[in-house]
């Protein structure tokens, strides 16, 4: 056990078991060996919301990472924080074109999926639609853009999205994958260079150590 005057220097991330954005930083935090204290935030119960929260984080979502003075919200910005100051293991490649893939590859989860199935646009879903709703919904965008990342994939890939290393884009899909099989019960077998590149993420203890199901506020 650390002492105190390095617990303090520990990173800390706020984080909720379930959320793939906080999944995504906790793949990147381990393939980096870098430790941390984890600060669960339950979502479901509101405590994003809490005040004290919001000082750290002013929308309310999750992950939130402290290092030090530095106070950094929202997974991408985190992610390459860390890739900026935590050279380590790095993240992103050398060739500036699958870099560029990677990016895309990212932001078609961060910007065109992922949001689209956060909790609060399924809750209205829910109460202005209605409650049989919201898994078409999600599973429509889940394939419309898995149908992209096939595409733009399948030049790049390797044993991972964009070659024989992981990078960027392998911690954005890995959670967005787990998810669209475990919550929203997605085909895999319509995206087989997607299935295929997750099938690796399975034999990596980065990837597995930040599965959901393995965080200490994880519920059944």
């Not at 204290?37 to 309310?60: F, I, M, T, W």
């Not at 967005?176 to 099989?181: E, K, M, R, T």
């Not at 319509?190 to 506020?217: C, G, H, N, S, W």
Request: with cysteine; proline share 6%.
């Amino acid at each position: 056990m650390a002492g105190s005057g390095e617990e303090s220097k520990k990173l800390q991330l706020y984080s909720y078991w379930r959320n793939s954005c906080a999944f995504r930083v906790r793949i990147a935090l381990n393939l980096k060996g870098l430790e941390y204290e984890y600060k669960a935030v339950n979502s479901l119960k509101g405590e994003q919301r809490d005040p004290e929260y919001l000082k750290l984080n002013p929308l309310g979502y999750v992950p939130t990472l402290v290092d030090g003075d530095a106070v950094i919200a929202d997974s991408f910005a985190i992610i390459m924080y860390l890739e900026e100051k935590y050279p380590q293991r790095a993240l992103l490649p050398q060739d500036l074109q699958r870099r560029a893939i990677n990016f895309q590859a990212a932001n078609i989860v961060a910007a065109n999926i992922q949001p689209l199935q956060n909790l609060a646009v399924l809750k209205y879903i829910q109460e202005k639609v209605g409650p049989n709703e919201t898994t078409p919904w999600v599973q429509t965008h889940i394939r419309k853009g898995f149908e992209a990342l096939e595409k733009l994939l399948k030049d790049y890939a390797g044993k991972y999205a964009t070659g024989d290393e992981v990078y960027v884009a392998d911690l954005f899909l890995a959670p967005q994958i787990h998810g669209a099989i475990k919550r929203f019960e997605i085909d895999m077998n319509q995206f087989p260079t997607l299935l295929r590149v997750y099938e690796a993420y399975q034999e990596l203890p980065a990837f597995q150590d930040a599965m959901p199901e393995k965080q200490p506020d994880a519920t059944g």
